[in-house]
């Protein structure tokens, strides 16, 4: 009744707007071949940015007003929802707010409760881009403020009586209530790699995914599934390490070791939830942190190193590939998470390290995230303190904290010392293994070093300084104070995101730059390089992402940059060996580009194996064997395979190919066919 009264107020059509939407275009962009219309791209990045919007709006108004009274809160809390981990929630325009704090005491702090919530959104991107039919997310994002973590989703059609699977109630009942959404989890475990596992206390079931994870169907007959958080499993610890309270939340395998181990990994294993058959499930996640911490940690150091020094670095052939990417404290963080390396192993990584330029980097980049997490800290500190909205005196607790770190004091050489070098050990296990903690403050020390820390925390907090923090003079960081009030231009909410406006932006430039370059304009040139910007944008938050990585290998294929095509072509292949779509534009791009004939019908035959209906990759391997190999009868072949399935697109170019044998009469009764066929004619296939 609260619901609905509160929902009420705001109008029932604005509550579901976004996830209707959101729902529709989904469906349409699910056959992710670049036909869609392009508008339905536009309606995507539109609605997500709105989304993004309306999310950084309220959520700064609702994190302002955290420790408001309830009579003086513009936004009051629902406290009619329900949950165990979160802190108070809020609905607000359709969008649910949820804070991500240790309210309970399980996660051993508001630090690690808003790791978990990063989960969350992590594993949301995961099952959102795995693309199963009928298996629904809601939007997403995460608004951090003020040392405060909020997770914005939008609201779904769900309630208590809609949970058909996982567990609602902390794995004391655990349902599998409905075969066609079974069957769904059960693919989401072929595409992700979680293992199907037994749970249960009241009763006993075998499902995919964590045991409190919530598969719903909603009001509106689809299937939705909720909080994510647990869907990778928890890291074993290291022999000898003191277990840290509810660190099986937060402290998880990435998705990107998980989808490319050899075996399934349960989502329970190592937790409190996967008590069923734990010898077996616990020893397989063991195996797998071994060989993140002794293969893949190890691996990527030499990638490193081979990139600082080629000749003094011997790498095999997956390395290889990967180092052809150039890798810089940029996109540091998304090539490793690429390679399935959480960011807390940076001090691993640097361990493995014999470059010095990389040691540098690497220990700068584990200094800057220290800072950006005590100075979340400090500003929670403070707002327990002073439990009003203001702005003044966090913007003294930032320039306060900054002017400690980089001020040129006994005071500040003391905090580096003690406090910072502690943190650097505590949250960065082997990060000074090679080196006395002094070494360690006398290299970053240096004013260079501090100059690009500096950098490193703008980028991680998002604040924005005045030009005179520019200059070489201010850098040099000689004075007590160098930070000022009036430096510190802003320090706005940072939004963590799906990356959905990104990516579908980066679509729709390429289409219009494709179509420019078809026209011989240079505007062409202009386009390609924004959406350039878009597909490295989106790549960050979702680095293994097949799609992303594919037609940013189109852009590039279209930009004739063809090395670096083919280097990101193999890395969405190795993201996912079964994305038909992907083997088959690859085989056309080795084909048709780098005129590779064996190696492109190898392909071609490898995506038929996957999907022995695919109309477009039939069609252009039919193309391939009457141009290449010259063999008419195997190519019709395909041909009528392909035409058969009744899409314009495959009848098409079986009456393209009957007019070039002169065979005009059956070209006469294809053509006939067309105007009844369904699909849309994609002419490329017919170039080259």
């Known amino acids: 009744q609260l619901q609905d009264e509160q929902l009420g107020k705001q109008g029932t059509s604005t509550a579901f707007f976004w996830n209707e939407r959101f729902q529709q275009i989904s469906e349409k962009l ?20 709105d989304f993004v919007y309306a999310a950084e709006t309220y959520g700064k108004v609702i994190i302002a007003e955290r420790f408001l009274p309830l009579e003086q809160k513009s936004i009051p809390p629902a406290f009619y929802m329900g949950g165990i981990a979160g802190g108070e929630k809020y609905i607000v325009q359709g969008i649910l707010f949820k804070f991500a704090v240790d309210k309970h ?20 991107i995961q099952v959102y881009k795995s693309r199963i039919p009928d298996l629904h997310v809601p939007m997403m994002c995460l608004v951090d403020y003020l040392g405060y973590r909020l997770i914005a989703m939008s609201l779904l059609p769900v309630d208590a009586t809609s949970l058909a699977y996982g567990s609602c109630d902390g794995g004391y009942n655990v349902h599998d209530d409905i075969e066609d959404l079974n069957d769904r989890m059960l693919e989401l475990g072929r595409i992700l790699n979680p293992k199907k596992h037994a749970v249960g206390a009241a009763n006993t079931v075998v499902i995919v995914g964590p045991c409190d994870i919530e598969g719903h169907k909603g009001k509106d007959g689809k299937f939705y599934l909720l909080d994510f958080a647990r869907l990778f499993p928890h890291e074993t610890p290291s022999v000898g390490a003191i277990k840290k ?7 998880l395998l990435r998705a990107e070791l998980v989808r490319k181990y050899d075996v399934p990994l349960s989502s329970d294993a190592n937790s409190g939830f996967g008590k069923i058959d734990a010898d077996v499930h616990n020893a397989e996640v063991q195996a797998a942190t071994k060989h993140l911490l002794e293969i893949v940690i190890p691996g990527f150091a030499d990638i490193l190193d081979f990139q600082d020094n080629p000749f003094g670095s011997r790498l095999n052939e997956k390395q290889a590939l990967h180092a052809k990417v150039k890798i810089t404290q940029l996109n540091l963080a998304e090539i490793i998470h690429r390679e399935g390396i959480n960011m807390r192993h940076l001090g691993k990584v640097r361990q493995n390290l014999s470059s010095v330029h990389w040691r540098d980097l690497l220990l700068i980049e584990i200094v800057g995230r220290v800072i950006k997490n005590t100075l979340r800290r400090r500003l929670r500190r403070k707002m327990d303190e002073l439990r009003h909205p203001a ?21 500040s050489l003391q905090y580096w010392q003690t406090d910072l070098i502690e943190s650097m050990e505590t949250w960065y296990e082997s990060a000074l293994s090679y080196e006395r903690s002094n070494d360690c403050i006398h290299c970053i020390k240096q004013t260079s070093n501090l100059s690009n820390l500096f950098c490193v925390v703008k980028r991680l907090t998002g604040m ?56 011989k304009s240079k505007e062409s040139d202009r386009l390609a390089a924004l959406a350039s910007v878009q597909f490295e944008s989106a790549l960050r938050s979702s680095p293994d992402d097949d799609t992303i990585l594919c037609n940013y290998a189109l852009l590039l294929r279209m930009q004739k940059r063809y090395e670096a095509a083919d280097v990101y072509y193999k890395m969405a292949i190795e993201a996912n060996k079964t994305n038909v779509r992907i083997l088959s534009h690859y085989a056309w791009f080795l084909y048709v580009d780098l005129k590779k004939y064996d190696r492109a019908e190898k392909y071609y035959q490898q995506a038929l194996s996957v999907n022995p209906a695919h109309t477009r990759t039939l069609s252009d391997y039919g193309m391939f064997l009457h141009r290449i190999r010259r063999d008419d009868i195997k190519a019709e072949e395909y041909f009528k395979r392909a035409a058969m399935l009744g899409d314009k697109q495959g009848i098409h170019v079986y009456f393209m190919f009957l007019e070039t044998l002169g065979r005009n009469s059956e070209a006469e009764v294809l053509k006939k066919l067309l105007a009844n066929a369904k699909g849309t004619v994609i002419l490329s296939t017919l170039v080259g």
Not at 105 to 124: E, P, Q, R, T, V
Not at 245 to 251: C, E, R, S, T, V
Not at 393 to 411: H, R
Not at 471 to 479: I, L, V
Request: some cysteine; overall charge negative.
């Open 30 to 49: 699910r056959d992710v071949d670049l036909y869609n219309e392009e508008q339905d791209y536009v309606s995507m990045a539109n609605l997500y940015r």
């Open 105 to 124: 005491k399980i996660y051993g702090g508001d630090h690690y409760a808003a790791k978990a919530a990063g989960h969350d959104l992590k594993s949301l």
């Open 245 to 251: 309270q509810g660190q099986h939340l937060y402290k």
């Open 391 to 411: 702005l003044v005196p966090y913007k003294l607790v930032i320039l306060e904290y900054l002017n400690l770190v980089f001020g040129n004091t006994d005071e």
């Open 464 to 519: 924005v300084f005045s030009p005179h923090c520019e200059t070489p003079d201010f850098q040099s960081f000689n004075t007590a104070q160098p930070f000022q009030d009036t430096d510190l231009l802003l320090f706005a909410p940072q939004i963590k995101e799906m990356r959905i406006a990104a990516y579908c932006s980066a679509t729709v430039l390429y289409l219009k730059a494709k179509y420019m370059s078809s026209l």
